[in-house]
């Protein structure tokens, strides 16, 4: 079978004209999109997620600010950095990186974001409206997914879409953003007992368990569309999904590969969730 790549990369560097065109028509009427990202601590990933950040913006025609903050700082004095940043109004989507360190309690400041600034989509106000269905800022990778379906034409509506992993980053966030699309959808998870058979089922395979290579031909559907939202380091330094690509993708209609698949998605729709929030701020039509 004849696979088709699906490149999240250029399906990332579209959006981002699109934005680039958009934000030049707001600085026209003088409305700058601005994000903020926090980072506390010296993790070495979270330093590269809030570089590519920063830089994204720049590359966009955004208003930029990293706060960086020592490994000790106090849940107080985050809180307070947020509750600024609520208040500022050159900044219209507040970035917070996970993970903290152990003295500050995530949910804590994850409920402190304004709901109108919740670029990353967690705040519970922003789940419930997801699950509601109603219009909300969407968490960035299960957005970054549905958009990569959609570009490519892949049929959503009726099909039977399975997602492997519950994390309330991707698993259930994608799980309802792909009812909304009309797909029926089965979650799997660590304690499902008849996965393989499940799997072999999806018209459409989400992955995202964070084990390298889990999810081989064995699991797979000939035909189906396998999206893997995995990104694990190999031994041997080179980056590795959650499926199997070589020998899922002999099967599989539309694979997305890694790296450059659902990846590039991410910072992408983060900067599309900036751009939504400062219109909806200012009251431009979204």
Do not use: W
Not at 24 to 50: C, F, M, W
Not at 61 to 76: F, K
Not at 226 to 246: E, Q, T, Y
Request: hydrophobic fraction near 40%.
């Amino acid at each position: 079978m004849s696979e088709l790549l699906l490149s999240g990369k250029d399906v990332s560097q579209a959006i981002r004209e699109e934005i680039k065109q958009e934000v030049e028509r707001l600085k026209a009427v003088n409305l700058q999109p601005g994000l903020a990202v926090v980072l506390v601590g010296e993790d070495p990933a979270s330093q590269v997620y809030v570089r590519n950040k920063h830089k994204a913006c720049l590359e966009l025609g955004y208003y930029s600010e990293v706060h960086r903050l020592p490994e000790d700082t106090t849940e107080e004095q985050l809180l307070e950095l947020v509750h600024k940043l609520n208040e500022q109004e050159t900044i219209h989507g507040i970035l917070v990186q996970l993970p903290l360190p152990a003295q500050i309690h995530e949910k804590a400041i994850i409920d402190a974001i304004a709901v109108h600034k919740d670029v990353d989509g967690f705040h519970p106000v922003s789940v419930g409206n997801m699950v509601l269905g109603d219009d909300s800022l969407l968490p960035c990778t299960p957005a970054g997914v549905i958009e990569i379906l959609k570009r490519y034409n892949l049929e959503i509506a009726g099909k039977h879409a399975v997602v492997i992993g519950r994390s309330n980053i991707v698993g259930k966030p994608v799980s309802l953003l792909l009812q909304r699309e009309n797909a029926t959808v089965t979650m799997c998870h660590s304690r499902t007992s008849n996965m393989k058979e499940l799997t072999q089922q999806a018209d459409i395979l989400i992955v995202a368990i964070g084990k390298a290579k889990f999810i081989d031909a064995s699991y797979v559907k000939p035909g189906a569309v396998v999206i893997d939202v995995g990104m694990n380091r190999l031994d041997n330094g080179k980056l590795a999904g959650d499926v199997d690509f070589d020998s899922v993708r002999e099967l599989s209609s539309a694979i997305t590969p890694v790296p450059g698949g659902v990846g590039p998605m991410t910072i992408t729709m983060l900067m599309h969730n900036t751009l939504k929030a400062a219109k909806r701020i200012h009251q431009i039509e979204v």
